[in-house]
């Protein structure tokens, strides 16, 4: 473990003994950096195995916390890394989902892009084409349910 990752995590309020404890609001160290689109943070803990599958309060992975974060290098870290593209929170939405209702176009082509499914519903029963808010996030959904 690197000085940087050791004063990050206690920067962080994290223990340094332990990658995958869980801090505010059921958040990972891997989560956080992910969410921060710090890439240096997320590279090292992927190097050292931190736990892909733990979820927050919510439900959401490290994959959701990249998308809401902007983060491309660390979206596809996580995806390279092995993470569930299709992860569902506690309300059964995707990342996919999430990243359709919030506008997030270079996202839902990334996600369609490593295969994420279309055909998931949330608890309340829409699939990510419902939750499109743009045309053009309309367009990518269709024409990936087409192929």
Same mark, same amino acid.
């Given at each position: 473990?690197?000085?940087?990752?050791?004063?990050? #995590?206690?920067?962080?309020?994290?223990?340094?003994?332990?990658? *995958?404890?869980?801090?505010?609001?059921?958040?990972?160290?891997?989560?956080?950096?992910?969410?921060?689109? *710090?890439?240096?943070?997320?590279?090292? #803990?992927? %190097?050292?195995?931190?736990? #892909?599958?733990?979820?927050?309060?919510?439900? *959401?992975?490290?994959?959701?916390?990249?998308?809401?974060?902007? %983060?491309?290098?660390?979206?596809?870290?996580?995806?390279?890394?092995?993470?569930?593209?299709? %992860?569902?929170?506690?309300? @059964?939405?995707?990342?996919?989902?999430?990243?359709? %209702?919030?506008?997030?176009? @270079?996202?839902?082509?990334?996600?369609?892009?490593?295969?994420?499914?279309?055909?998931?519903?949330?608890? @309340?029963?829409?699939?990510?084409?419902?939750?499109?808010?743009?045309?053009?996030?309309?367009?990518?959904?269709? *024409?990936?349910? #087409?192929?």
């Amino acid at each position: 473990m690197t000085t940087l990752l050791k004063e990050w #995590l206690i920067q962080n309020e994290y223990p340094i003994n332990d990658l *995958n404890a869980v801090g505010k609001y059921g958040n990972s160290p891997l989560m956080k950096a992910s969410r921060e689109a *710090n890439i240096v943070i997320v590279d090292e #803990l992927l %190097s050292l195995n931190a736990d #892909l599958n733990i979820k927050n309060v919510d439900g *959401n992975s490290a994959l959701w916390n990249a998308c809401f974060g902007n %983060s491309y290098e660390c979206f596809e870290a996580l995806v390279k890394a092995g993470i569930d593209i299709d %992860s569902q929170n506690v309300n @059964d939405v995707t990342a996919l989902m999430y990243c359709a %209702s919030a506008g997030k176009d @270079d996202f839902v082509e990334l996600l369609l892009k490593h295969n994420a499914r279309t055909d998931f519903e949330s608890l @309340d029963g829409f699939k990510a084409i419902d939750l499109a808010v743009t045309p053009k996030i309309v367009k990518l959904l269709k *024409n990936a349910n #087409l192929s």
